[in-house]
């Protein structure tokens, strides 16, 4: 079973902020949480990852709480093309991923 | 392109036939991953290779699956007496191993057995 818990889908108005949650509650201190995107029909695309800081590239933003319980996932100007299923993974080295269902994100003009 | 690639990117076939799959994964990782996705759910792992080595199998579905990757570069996937259950996108994925290894997924073949 997937260590996560996301909300099955979340809306957002083209151009705001998309802020995705993710709990972990059970994250062990050497795995990491990486995120990843599904558009319809295509294989998984790897958005971005942290241990313990947050962390940003091109695409988003990630944000861990202190205890590193839960995480966000932030697109800060969200686009028509950043509709897609969300995946949150908790993930030690040396294990396999392990996806839950994701949150379905719509973007709405 | 430097990506993951998958063939064929569709498939289907009838129920009881043979079928294979190959990925190959970007070039340099050592890791290759494949995975199984049925319609409304995440991926699910199988099988992945770290050079020509089969590290995990346990998670193949059943003995009519079966992966190999024989000289560390490209990999096979073979399903064998195909059932309708088996219908699914089959993903394929590689890393460089590390700590911190990121996987990075190919396009996926879909399959459907008639």
């Known amino acids: 079973d997937a260590k996560t818990t996301q909300p099955t889908s979340m809306d957002c108005a083209e151009g705001r902020a998309a802020n995705l949650p993710c709990n972990h509650s059970?994250?062990?201190?050497?795995?990491?949480v990486y995120w990843y995107r599904q558009i319809h029909s295509q294989g998984p695309q790897y958005i971005i990852h942290?241990?313990?800081n947050n962390e940003t590239n091109e695409m988003a933003s990630l944000i861990i709480t202190e205890d590193r319980k839960s995480s966000t996932l932030i697109l800060p100007h969200a686009t028509l093309r950043d509709t897609a299923v969300y995946y949150c993974?908790?993930?030690?080295?040396?294990?396999?991923?392990?996806f839950g269902a994701g949150t379905r994100l719509t973007v709405k003009p | 392109d430097t990506g993951v690639s998958q063939n064929p990117r569709h498939k289907i076939t009838k129920r009881g036939q043979n079928v294979t799959f190959r990925c190959d994964p970007i070039?340099?990782?050592?890791?290759l991953y494949w995975y199984r996705q049925t319609l409304g759910q995440g991926p699910e792992f199988l099988t992945y290779?770290?050079?020509?080595?089969?590290?995990?199998k346990s998670r193949l579905l059943s003995d009519r699956f079966s992966a190999e990757r024989p000289k560390g570069s490209f990999s096979t996937l073979e399903i064998q007496r195909t059932e309708q259950g088996d219908s699914a996108m089959y993903l394929c994925?590689?890393?460089?191993?590390?700590?911190?290894?990121?996987?990075?997924f190919g396009p996926g073949t879909r399959l459907l057995v008639l």
């Open positions: 993974i908790v993930r030690g080295a040396g294990s396999d991923m392990r």
């Open positions: 994925a590689s890393s460089k191993y590390r700590d911190e290894e990121t996987q990075y």
């Open positions: 942290g241990l313990k």
């Open positions: 070039s340099e990782h050592n890791r």
């Open positions: 059970t994250i062990s201190g050497n795995e990491y």
């Open positions: 290779f770290q050079n020509e080595a089969q590290l995990e």
